[in-house]
């Protein structure tokens, strides 16, 4: 996956005729769907970030997003706003040849389809996968979600170019607003997508491989049930590391991702990444700017450490 080129007027030209027709962006969704898009499905699948000659250095990004029913209405508003992701990275050239993958995450505990992974692409197929996803509405109103499983699906599913010819991670963004199960259970792993681990797989444990090939965040968002719970943030923060990202502007989102993708690829450092907000006319600059003082800081940081480095840092952003 991952050919073609994303086209901002193709986009634009699908949402108009969505509003002129009374068309659901969750087109599947919204069809009372009761399993999960064969698209989306999980079992038994790899999904692939490839290099191509119209793509020669592809750059990897997920966006994963709660869609049970304490995130209320925060998935539709972020389909309006995630398509507009690539169209950023490709006009501000923070990433070379970016490949976007998006999915939905539930709770394997009482869920249908706890979780639903697109594919890797370059184009508007991405806004495709948007509309297949399933906003199940449910969830276990346990305060916890299963995270865990998508992190264990980017871990041990996921092949991509980067990686493997280059030594470099991608980026991993979870989007969600409650804790993430203390264990990966082998039994779900198997049912859900396939194969998997004999035992449990303590969460830490998971989170250490799946760093180790995605540089991670978890962005907690305005508009969720639990936006602003401390529980929720120290949570996050234990186990990725040194900040948590607090979305205060869910409209924020897309300049959020691309302005940390850039700082981690070095295409700008913040100030630079600022005005590029500020002269697209971006309301978000406040917001953006709050939380990528911390995130700018840690990569100078790595930057003197660690000179030859791009793209390597883990962890949660405060906004």
Not at 302 to 315: C, Y
């Amino acid at each position: 996956m991952g050919s073609g080129v994303w086209s901002t007027d193709v986009y634009d030209a699908a949402d108009r005729y969505r509003r002129a027709t009374g068309t659901s962006a969750f087109s599947y969704s919204d069809s009372g769907a009761r399993k999960v898009h064969p698209a989306l499905d999980p079992h038994g699948a790899m999904r692939e970030s490839r290099d191509s000659a119209e793509h020669p250095q592809s750059t990897p990004i997920a966006v994963l997003f709660d869609v049970t029913g304490s995130m209320g209405q925060v998935p539709r508003t972020l389909q309006t706003k995630l398509p507009q992701l690539l169209g950023l990275l490709l006009r501000q050239g923070y990433a070379r040849d970016p490949q976007l993958m998006f999915g939905a995450i539930g709770d394997a505990t009482c869920d249908r389809m706890p979780l639903q992974i697109g594919q890797f692409e370059s184009d508007n197929r991405m806004d495709d996968d948007l509309g297949r996803i399933v906003l199940e509405g449910g969830g276990g109103g346990q305060m916890r979600e299963s995270y865990e499983l998508a992190l264990y699906f980017m871990a041990r599913h996921t092949i991509t170019d980067h990686w493997e010819k280059r030594g470099r991670r991608g980026y991993l963004f979870v989007i969600g607003d409650e804790l993430a199960y203390p264990k990966v259970k082998a039994a779900e792993v198997a049912r859900l997508i396939g194969g998997g681990p004999r035992e449990d797989l303590p969460l830490r444990q998971l989170v250490d491989e799946v760093t180790r090939r995605w540089d991670t965040y978890y962005l907690l968002p305005a508009g969720s049930h639990y936006a602003g719970n401390r529980k929720v943030l120290d949570f996050w923060r234990d186990l990725l590391g040194q900040n948590a990202l607090e979305l205060d502007d869910l409209d924020a989102v897309c300049e959020t991702i691309a302005l940390t993708v850039g700082l981690g690829e070095e295409a700008i450092d913040l100030d630079a990444g600022l005005r590029d907000l500020d002269r697209a006319g971006s309301t978000a600059t406040g917001t953006v700017s709050k939380a990528l003082v911390q995130l700018g800081r840690a990569r100078r940081a790595e930057v003197a450490e660690l000179p030859a480095t791009r793209g390597t840092g883990s962890g949660i952003v405060r906004l």
